[in-house]
Every structure is written in C-alpha cells, then in structure tokens.
C-alpha cells in the first residue's frame, strides 16, 4: 500500500525531525555537552549559577504550565503522564528563577539541561508516540509545539527543520517569546 510523505511520517514530523533515517543517529550522538562550534553570540550559561528547583517545585510548575498547553500537544501526546514528563525534562533544565513559559518576556532563560555536541543547541530526550526509540528533539521546538499560538505555531512550522532562532542571539535561551518567527532570527515576531 502507497502512502504519502505526510501521511507516513504522521502530522507532527515536520516539528520533531531533524532529518531523515540516516542522520537521526547522528543527531542522538549529538546530545551531551560538548566542543563544538557556538552560535554566533556566546551564552549566558554559566554552569556554576544554576540553581535547580526540587523536585517538589518542578511538579508545582509543570502543573501551572500543563494549563497553558495546547490541545494539539495534548492529542499529540496521547496521555497526561506523557506530556508531563516531557515538560518536567524542561523544568529540569532551567533555573530555579526562571520560567520560558510565564516568566518575563525581558529576560533570557538560560537552558542549563542536554545541549547538542556539533552546535551547542537546548536539547532534551523523548519517545514521540508511536516509537520505542528516543530521540534527540530542540527545546525550542518543544516548547513552540506545546505552547505557541495556532498563528505562530502555522508560521513557526514554515521555518527549516532545525532549532528556531532566538531573537535575544542566544542559542541556550528557552524563553517561549525568544523564539523568532523569522529565518535569521531578526524578525520582530515571537511565538508565545
């Protein structure tokens, strides 16, 4: 039986792929911290800041942000615990004083998690549904197909299948309203 591109890959290929069979090993390989080539503006992150929540304070936050998802995540997920851990990895990675869904659009919030060894990218782990095997997926794409607007979201999914620009110039911050909506990452609109 002949399927299309689309219909094979599943509606949400296009946000959670970062390219074909052969490079997704590659892509796995990418995960832990690493010496690779920075983005063009160096981060924030100093490993020797972060401050992680407690567990306790974790669950308190992604229960607040678990009402901000939208529903296409919670159909895309298939279960509440699954998109829960999901968004735990996330809060896992910040620090205790910053919040990329609800916290101020002014101020970068540095990813202190699983970055991609090539290109210094937030990155965390997970078994989209329908798999058994994890993979390497962008913070920034996550966060977008969590939580960004339907209008965002249609623009965002317009961009290549890499991680989204930030408009601050930092690669490592997570904040939802960071994300460009542009290419280069200059453009004035964000997708929170």
């Known amino acids: 039986m002949f399927n299309c591109r689309m219909c094979a890959e599943g509606p949400f290929a296009a946000l959670f792929d970062q390219g074909d069979d052969n490079d997704k090993k590659d892509q796995r390989d990418k995960?832990?911290?690493?010496?690779?080539?920075?983005?063009?503006?160096?981060?924030?992150?100093?490993?020797a800041s972060f401050r992680p929540r407690t567990e306790q304070e974790n669950q308190a936050l992604v229960k607040e942000w678990s009402q901000y998802a939208h529903p296409r995540a919670k159909e895309f997920f298939q279960t509440e615990d699954v998109m829960m851990d999901v968004l735990m990895q996330l809060a896992s990675g910040i620090d205790r004083d910053s919040d990329p869904v609800l916290g101020p659009d002014d101020q970068c919030v540095v990813w202190y998690g699983d970055v991609t060894k090539d290109d210094q990218q937030a990155a965390i782990r997970m078994t989209k549904p329908g798999e058994t095997s994890?993979?390497?997926?962008?913070?920034?794409?996550?966060l977008a197909f969590i939580?960004?607007?339907?209008?965002?979201?249609?623009?965002?999914?317009k961009l290549?299948?890499?991680?989204?620009?930030?408009?601050?110039?930092?690669?490592?911050?997570?904040?939802?309203?960071?994300?460009?909506?542009?290419?280069?990452?200059?453009?004035?609109?964000?997708?929170?």
């Open 147 to 157: 939580f960004a607007t339907d209008e965002s979201f249609e623009q965002l999914m």
């Open 31 to 47: 995960k832990k911290k690493g010496k690779g080539k920075r983005s063009t503006t160096e981060s924030k992150r100093d490993e």
């Open 134 to 142: 994890e993979s390497v997926t962008y913070v920034n794409r996550v």
């Open 160 to 192: 290549p299948k890499e991680p989204f620009k930030m408009q601050c110039g930092d690669q490592l911050c997570v904040h939802l309203a960071h994300i460009s909506l542009s290419v280069d990452g200059n453009g004035a609109g964000s997708a929170s």
